[in-house]
């Protein structure tokens, strides 16, 4: 909840950040169209329910709204001391959606603390089951006995109040060749999902990746067996070439599935929001381009620029994101050359902040010692964007950033959450898809801030 | 005229030493400290004779104008009689001193300082007694507006304000706080400066020594038409207004009088007798007292729930820490020993209104009580704060440089095997030994036959200080698998 509140907080500074910077850099731009919604230009009434850009996909002939909906981040709030799903919210996020034409949705049975699948089932029960597409995932991670995992797989089905999948994912594979193979091949789950999709329980049977090119490639070549139908990939702008950690560039997993005629589906196209809040030079050369478009809008019409990509996945939490992805798309406008090597050259800037590749996806939590990992790795993200961090105690601005730095600190993470109680176990480890070493980098923040703490020379 | 400069006086002395007690951010200390250094009994405790002696001569050139202008309760309660003098005007009479009273209250006040049991004495104590009702009763508003400032200027994105914790650390001392508060507010609400003249024991020393002030208000008889107004104006009640005479061992010069009287016969002048005689009339304070220690444990009471773990995203349940009982007391370095703490402090908590790090708290036992003691249950004693030590002015937290504070230790931390999450949960840990600001704590193989065996930390107690920031930081909850065992006297490693 709390890191859900923090994300509002960063997207709402994101937005005034927009109409303060396009205000400085870009005035002459954007002008003052006064209206309510959000500070770039865009009313609730531009919005058409009618012009989504649609995709087809080869296997089923379905047409795909390229933007999909992310169940990762649904809004949550605080009853009796456990956090629940906002209800109401999710309806109302998911019915604009729909009026505005989006009918992809994804969810899986671990995300939002196992809560995501029975929220969305109920939000999409209220709409023809013809208007929406349903993809959900075999998460049999800590447990994949073959019982347990055909369990998660028939709970799906009922918490989603549904009779089929549109599609159906193996959740996060490629970490190793040995985890797919316990997960998948040595319970015979692959077997049995390849005959659901005979059944036409599944419609479309593919995967999600993280990991390396090899595992990847290892993978792939069970299509001429099984025939995978898609494959979700974190592609964007930034991992086309500089995929940080252990990630694949995108360029190549792209490239791979293309040559062979797999849709590709994406995850991560603003990665986590690394993104859309973005340092702020950087932000105004996007905008010095592009004065009435959102900085998230880049990376969406970069991803859909590729004629391979059935749909994109995106985690919206507000109607803002929403509103702002859907008028990307609608009409969408594919981005010339010139435009793609602006958006690289954006990246290789990028690479000279150096934040931590954390995708909020709250995988690695909870942290059984009580830490709020991704609300500190995003707090240091978030000084390394606006310039918080201080290189050296002799900075001219050293008290100021040590300041924003130290007091951000306490807002953003519970001080019974924060760096200094980490004790190194390692259990967060293997949960990241981006393979972030999770303790090394704690440590490394808690150390700094122990400097700044102790006003330490560095 | 006079009165307008006590009363400036008084207003901005009053607001200063208040704002000591506020201002958890520590900067005003090192400009304005010093209001709180001057206080009588406080450095008559650090035996800071240089205060002691200007407090002396101030008073015999000016008479009681410490309890007009520098005591902070005694400006309370002005503002207690002001408030009360809106309603009714003129209420005052002279009524005679009450003299066995006032030494039977002081005699009470030595003796129990002297024997060893000194919350008596703590309690009467005039500054200490405000800097409790502040620290226990205005800080938490002050906290609580501040952080409606901090939750605003989050939200655009400023970093002028930041949230404070706000909390009761003992509520023994709390209702010392209220009680005081109510008690001395009534008396002043009814009488004046009652308290100041009946019980205070800084107001009858000094009351004895303004007996022979060079400078007092005098009654011009020649010029006088017997209103009585002047009498009826002293929130003192020492003129004797039929007599044309003051008491000026009550008489707190606050320039009331002079501003009453019409006729101009009340006048702040030269002695006319000049029978000089220097007094003696010090309060004596056997600074070698008692040597118990307590040995129980501090405050903490907080639910024990169940980790539990969830699906992706959530939080783990955090168990709030419990201190280990019994223990010892812990004061903070500076303070030399627990003896030397409880021979100087009077508990005005002026140290505990401070600590950034919530390490310190008054004591809720009778051997010490009201008293700073430390416990590492919401943070620890941090390497680079001497917060404490700047602030004391009673001389019980001496004052301490940060590489001072770095070589003293007041106690050692000791391993409890059978809590260690090493021990426990069988994972790896060392978060003791990663935050050791002394380096005393190495992490060892639990099994040295085994080489692949998870390490535990030992202890090198040559080296550690007893900051308390494993025992704060190790994740065993409630009760720490290391804890501070404080030493009875510090020692400089």
């Known amino acids: ?458 | 005229m006079l009165r307008k400069i006590r009363v400036f006086l008084a207003t901005v002395f009053f607001c200063v030493v208040t704002l000591l007690f506020l201002d958890f951010t520590g900067t005003l200390h090192a400009w304005l400290g010093w209001t709180a250094k001057i206080q009588f009994l406080p450095a008559l405790l650090a035996l800071n004779f240089g205060v002691v002696a200007f407090l002396v001569a101030l008073t015999l050139v000016f008479g009681r104008i410490y309890c007009s202008v520098i005591c902070p309760l005694g400006v309370m309660q002005d503002i207690f009689s002001w408030a009360a003098s809106k309603r009714k005007k003129n209420r005052f009479n002279y009524s005679p001193a009450k003299s066995w009273l006032r030494y039977g209250v002081l005699i009470v006040f030595i003796v129990t300082l002297v024997m060893g049991f000194d919350v008596v004495a703590h309690i009467l104590a005039p500054y200490s007694a405000y800097g409790r009702i502040a620290q226990n009763l205005l800080a938490p508003i002050w906290g609580l507006g501040n952080n409606v400032l901090a939750f605003l200027a989050e939200r655009v994105d400023s970093y002028a304000f930041y949230t404070t914790d706000v909390w009761i650390r003992s509520w023994g001392t709390f209702a010392v706080a209220v009680a005081t508060l109510v008690v001395v507010g009534f008396l002043a609400w009814r009488g004046g400066r009652t308290y100041c003249n009946t019980i205070c024991p800084v107001g009858t020393v000094l009351g004895f020594i303004s007996r022979f002030s060079l400078l007092k208000p005098v009654i011009d008889t020649t010029k006088c038409i017997d209103c009585g107004l002047c009498a009826k104006k002293c929130k003192a009640s020492c003129i004797d207004a039929k007599n044309h005479k003051i008491d000026y061992s009550r008489c707190v010069v606050c320039m009331d009088c002079l501003e009453s009287c019409k006729k101009g016969a009340v006048v702040y002048t030269l002695r006319k007798n000049a029978n000089a005689e220097q007094p003696k009339g010090e309060e004596k304070v056997d600074t070698s007292r008692k040597n118990f220690l307590v040995s129980a444990g501090l405050l903490a009471a907080s639910a024990v729930k169940a980790q539990e773990m969830k699906l992706d995203g959530g939080y783990a349940t955090i168990i709030d820490k419990k201190p280990r009982a019994p223990f010892r007391t812990l004061t903070p370095a500076g303070s030399l020993s627990a003896k030397n703490m409880a021979d100087h402090c009077t508990g005005c908590q002026l140290c505990v209104a401070v600590c950034p790090n919530k390490v310190l708290s008054p004591s809720p036992y009778l051997e010490n009580f009201m008293q700073p003691a430390m416990s590492f249950e919401k943070g620890y004693c941090r390497p680079e704060c001497t917060k404490c030590s700047e602030v004391c002015p009673a001389g019980a937290i001496r004052p301490i440089s940060r590489e001072e504070k770095s070589s003293t230790s007041i106690g050692h931390a000791v391993w409890v095997k059978r809590n260690c999450v090493v021990i426990t949960d069988n994972v790896e840990c060392g978060n003791c030994a990663e935050h050791c600001p002394s380096g005393a704590i190495t992490m060892v193989l639990s099994d040295y036959t085994n080489p692949k065996s998870k390490k535990i930390p030992v202890i090198n107690k040559e080296r550690c200080i007893g900051c308390g920031a494993c025992e704060h930081l190790c994740p065993s909850r409630p009760y720490s698998a290391i804890y501070v065992k404080s030493y009875k006297y510090h020692k400089t490693i």
């Open chain 1, 1 to 458: 909840m709390k890191a859900e509140h923090k994300n509002n907080i960063d997207r709402r500074e994101f937005i005034k950040r927009i109409g303060a910077g396009s205000l400085l850099t870009v005035a002459a731009f954007t002008g003052c169209k006064s209206n309510k919604s959000v500070g770039d230009g865009m009313a609730e009434e531009d919005i058409p329910t009618d012009k989504m850009e649609y995709r087809t996909n080869p296997n089923t002939n379905d047409k795909v709204s390229i933007l999909g909906y992310g169940c990762m981040r649904w809004p949550t709030k605080e009853e009796e001391g456990k956090t629940i799903i906002d209800q109401d919210r999710v309806n109302s996020l998911v019915d604009y959606a729909i009026e505005h034409g989006v009918n992809f949705f994804d969810t899986s049975p671990v995300y939002v603390q196992g809560l995501s699948e029975k929220a969305t089932g109920i939000a999409l029960k209220r709409h023809p089951r013809d208007k929406f597409f349903i993809s959900t995932k075999m998460s049999n991670f800590s447990n994949a006995s073959r019982e347990n995992s055909i369990m998660m797989y028939e709970s799906s089905m009922k918490n989603l109040q549904v009779d089929y999948f549109d599609y159906y994912l193996l959740h996060n594979i490629g970490g190793s060749v040995e985890d797919f193979n316990r997960r998948f091949i040595d319970n015979g789950i692959l077997d049995f999902l390849v005959e659901e999709r005979k059944k036409g329980k599944i419609r479309n049977l593919g995967w999600s990746f993280h990991g390396s090119a090899d595992v990847f490639d290892h993978i792939l070549a069970y299509h001429e067996k099984v025939h995978w139908d898609f494959v979700l990939i974190q592609m964007n702008y930034s991992d086309w070439r500089n995929a940080r950690g252990r990630n694949v560039n995108a360029e190549y997993l792209y490239g791979e599935l293309e040559k062979r005629g797999i849709p590709v589906l994406i995850m991560e196209p603003l990665l986590g929001g690394r993104l859309s809040n973005v340092p702020a030079h950087i932000e105004a050369r996007l905008k010095m381009q592009e004065p009435d478009r959102s900085v998230a809008s880049w990376s969406f019409r970069f991803n859909g620029s590729y004629p391979g990509v059935l749909c994109m996945l995106s985690g919206m939490v507000y109607d803002e994101h929403l509103q702002d992805n859907i008028k990307t798309f609608s009409p969408f406008v594919p981005l010339n050359d010139e435009e793609k090597e602006f958006l690289f050259e954006t990246a290789d800037l990028m690479l000279n902040y150096p934040t931590i590749p954390c995708n909020d996806c709250k995988y690695c939590m909870p942290c059984p010692y009580g830490l709020d990992i991704p609300a500190i790795l995003l707090h240091y993200n978030k000084c390394i964007n606006e310039g918080n961090i201080a290189k050296s105690s002799q900075d001219d601005n050293y008290r100021k950033t040590r300041r924003a730095f130290l007091i951000g600190y306490d807002r953003a993470v519970e001080k019974q959450r924060q760096a200094a109680y980490c004790v190194g176990c390692g259990q967060c480890n293997k949960h990241c898809p981006q393979r972030i070493n999770i303790p090394r980098e704690i440590r490394r923040i808690d150390q700094y801030i122990e400097k700044l703490k102790q006003g330490l020379d560095f």
